[in-house]
């Protein structure tokens, strides 16, 4: 993937993490597909729980993964946040099913994605990134890419 900004963040904790979402919700323009990268536990859930919130779309504790539904949906007042989880997607075809094409077709979508990076029709898509990974404790480093 290539992008034309970039921006590196460090956070200390999960109200951290939360914030830092709030902060990245302003720069998140729909209609837009994020993935996010991470390793298990790197905190890719708590930055969408703090993204929504500030969207307006779902409360922080309303936001879980969606690691065995796939896809969740949060409706805000100007945004809609579809937060999909692809780590049991092995397939194309089975990536197909979900209707990400129609998820972003719609001009209010902003469509963060989990594991996106397993797939190559994701990577081509893709507006931006945030790559994540774990520090010491709860803390966390991140690089937000985005596509101008």
């Not at 397993?118 to 480093?141: K, L």
Request: charged share 30%.
């Amino acid at each position: 993937m290539e992008f034309a900004r970039e921006k590196r963040f460090r956070t200390r904790s999960v109200a951290g993490t939360l914030a830092l979402g709030e902060r990245l919700a302003e720069m998140l323009r729909p209609p837009m597909l994020v993935v996010l990268r991470g390793e298990v536990g790197a905190g890719k859930t708590t930055l969408v729980k703090g993204i929504a919130a500030a969207l307006g779309a779902a409360n922080e504790e309303d936001v879980t993964s969606p690691t065995f539904t796939l896809v969740h949906e949060y409706v805000g007042p100007k945004v809609r946040v579809y937060h999909l989880d692809l780590y049991r997607l092995e397939t194309e075809k089975e990536l197909a099913t979900l209707g990400i094409e129609e998820m972003v077709d719609q001009p209010d979508a902003l469509v963060l994605v989990e594991w996106g990076e397993r797939f190559e029709s994701i990577v081509t898509r893709a507006d931006g990134e945030i790559a994540m990974e774990h520090g010491d404790g709860d803390e966390r480093g991140m690089v937000v890419r985005w596509r101008v």
